[in-house]
């Protein structure tokens, strides 16, 4: 590079001389300046390189850094995978056959396997719709109310894609329980009296109508995630249980009594059954409260007491509410008031301290009583099983409790930074409205589309001889 540039300098002072005419003298110092000139461009391009190599090497560890912190925040942990798996059969065991038994003791022996059979089938039917397309309208980008249909039919995930730290396949399993849970749940409203056929055909609209959109609501991204600091549920107040009680009590309301409500006696006809039921139920819901932290850390520890205290107070507040009103405590009122407790808490569990989750057992047993005796005496529907009076007014309880103990001064893990305890509560307000109107009026709309179409109500002599021989050609007991 010297040499070419002490020729180029050489060449330009003949050139300059020739026209010039100037002396040898000033050639001499013309090639001692390029010759100068020339070192000055060899540094400057040394020192060029030498950038270019510093800036090089400083974006290649940038990168490395960006790279490393990506495959830590991607990373798979076996025990949380582990534990997420457990929590899925958890909840799928408190539905079957956890639910299916509880709900199956409580009506009359005649329908036992119809219920049986709801459960059962519902399950099974809600697993595959949620595949197909529940699971990406509930938790893909979408609007204020649905996903996308990007994951349709699963597309796009393999055993290698992963959701948070656990295979995405374990967390659409996961979420497809709930899914599935939920319309279960409804069944108990209108027992012994609805079709097979059109509970089947209104559960599969009801899921992509209601259920799919409340879900996307509070937990995929949409509308109710938005405002305030987004609505607090934990694990399904909103989502299942408020959601599930209130097309229940739609349910009961246009279907009518059963022939011989408030007529003839209508008692459990195993209670055994529904104690088991309930005790499965319990167990199960550690899988539905604890499992939605989606990771075996420390406040899934803190969900895992809260349900537990929140399930004991409820069980002993609905007893001491019995022996109050009504001079004994009953099995039956042990059991239902262990669900009011556990339906109470879910909304709350990872957001109250243990003390708190207590408090709110014990009352949510004494609304659940009233919701289930008072309220439902002086409003005359016949909602069989209860789920109105248990699951959606021990789930509006519980939303709004949220609010109030997730306090820190209460033992609760506190708001969001300017948050107060009045604006969490009015969050958690519009949420359970929101999901009130839109659970009612869908839900009234579809039972009447159905009805219309097929028709919701078994004929009365198929209900006074019983579901499980009309509707299934079986008996549960043969005796």
């Not at 020339?38 to 400083?58: F, I, L, R």
């Not at 609209?205 to 609505?231: K, R």
């Not at 990771?295 to 803190?302: F, K, R, S």
């Amino acid at each position: 590079m010297k040499k070419l540039l002490s020729i180029f300098s050489l060449v330009a002072f003949i050139g300059m001389g020739a026209i010039a005419t100037s002396s040898i003298s000033y050639a001499d110092d013309m090639i001692t300046a390029a010759e100068e000139m020339a070192g000055t461009v060899e540094d400057t391009m040394a020192d060029a390189e030498m950038a270019v190599e510093t800036a090089t090497s400083e974006a290649i560890v940038e990168a490395a850094v960006v790279e490393e912190a990506a495959e830590e925040e991607a990373t798979l942990s076996a025990g949380d995978t582990g534990f997420m798996i457990v929590a899925t059969v958890l909840v799928i065991l408190m539905t079957i056959p956890g639910l299916a038994l509880f709900y199956g003791g409580l009506v009359r022996t005649k329908n036992m396997l119809s219920v049986l059979m709801q459960v059962f089938v519902t399950f099974a039917m809600i697993s595959v719709l949620w595949a197909a397309y529940g699971y990406s309208l509930a938790f893909t980008d979408g609007n204020a109310f649905f996903g996308g249909m990007s994951k349709a039919f699963l597309a796009g995930i393999t055993p290698d894609t992963l959701s948070g730290t656990i295979p995405e396949y374990v967390f659409v399993t996961f979420q497809l329980t709930f899914a599935a849970i939920t319309p279960a749940l409804i069944l108990g409203a209108f027992a012994e009296r609805v079709k097979f056929s059109a509970i089947l055909v209104f559960l599969a609209l009801w899921v992509t109508f209601v259920y799919i959109p409340v879900a996307h609501m509070v937990w995929g991204g949409g509308f109710l995630s938005t405002i305030g600091d987004g609505a607090k549920d934990f694990a399904g107040g909103t989502v299942v249980h408020i959601n599930a009680g209130v097309a229940a009590l739609v349910g009961a309301i246009v279907l009518g009594k059963r022939i011989g409500y408030g007529k003839e006696p209508m008692p459990p006809h195993n209670l055994v059954m529904t104690m088991v039921g309930a005790a499965l139920l319990w167990v199960g819901w550690f899988g539905f409260n604890v499992g939605s932290e989606l990771a075996a850390d420390g406040i899934a520890g803190m969900v895992l007491i809260n349900t537990q205290l929140a399930t004991a107070a409820a069980v002993l507040g609905w007893v001491v509410a019995e022996w109050m009103f009504k001079g004994k405590p009953s099995m039956l009122g042990a059991a239902s008031g262990a669900v009011a407790g556990l339906v109470a808490i879910t909304p709350a569990c990872g957001f109250v301290g243990p003390m708190g989750s207590i408090v709110i057992g014990f009352l949510a047993s004494f609304v659940a009583l009233w919701g289930a005796t008072s309220l439902k005496a002086s409003l005359g529907y016949d909602d069989s099983l209860d789920v109105f009076g248990i699951h959606g007014l021990a789930g509006i309880f519980g939303a709004m409790a949220t609010g109030v103990f997730m306090a820190t001064g209460l033992g609760g893990v506190g708001y969001g930074d300017g948050v107060s305890m009045m604006d969490q509560v009015t969050t958690q307000a519009i949420a359970v409205l929101v999901t009130v109107v839109w659970s009612g009026v869908i839900s009234y709309i579809l039972f009447k589309v159905v009805d219309a179409v097929i028709g919701l109500r078994v004929n009365e002599e198929d209900e006074r001889e019983g579901l499980d021989t009309a509707s299934h050609g079986e008996r549960a007991y043969n005796m």
